[in-house]
Nanobody
């Protein structure tokens, strides 16, 4: 059974940093394209960053480019999202998700393209 568990969320002041983790059970991240998403109250789920299964190529949404970094630790079978220069508008529930379908990496920024999801971790940024 594929399971994803996010952690690392919390409350932080604007300008601060957080690192989110996504741990996998039942599969290897090396075999899937992985994405980080977020959903704020009243808004649609938004793709933020993704990392490819083979060479670790990354892609980012314009809204977080230069502030967020996605990475993967193969030994720990964990994917991370390092978030810096956080803003109040970054407040949301953050999810990781994976897809096993082969295709352009940018597809992993599309919520509907993902196969498995974690339950999310809440990030609150205060001004």
């Amino acid at each position: 059974e594929v399971q994803l568990v996010e952690s690392g969320g919390g409350s932080v002041q604007a300008g601060g940093s957080l690192r989110l983790s996504c741990a996998a059970d039942g599969f290897l991240f090396d075999d899937y394209d992985t994405g980080w998403f977020r959903q704020a109250p009243g808004k649609e789920r938004e793709g933020l960053a993704c990392i490819g299964r083979s060479d670790g190529t990354t892609s980012y949404a314009d809204s977080v480019k230069g502030r967020f970094t996605i990475s993967r630790d193969t030994a720990k079978n964990t994917v991370y999202l390092q978030m810096t220069s956080l803003k109040p508008e970054d407040t949301a529930v953050y999810y990781c998700a994976v897809t096993g379908v082969l295709g352009p990496l940018v597809r992993s920024l599309i919520p509907g393209a993902m196969d498995y999801w974690g339950k999310g971790t809440l990030v609150t940024v205060s001004s």
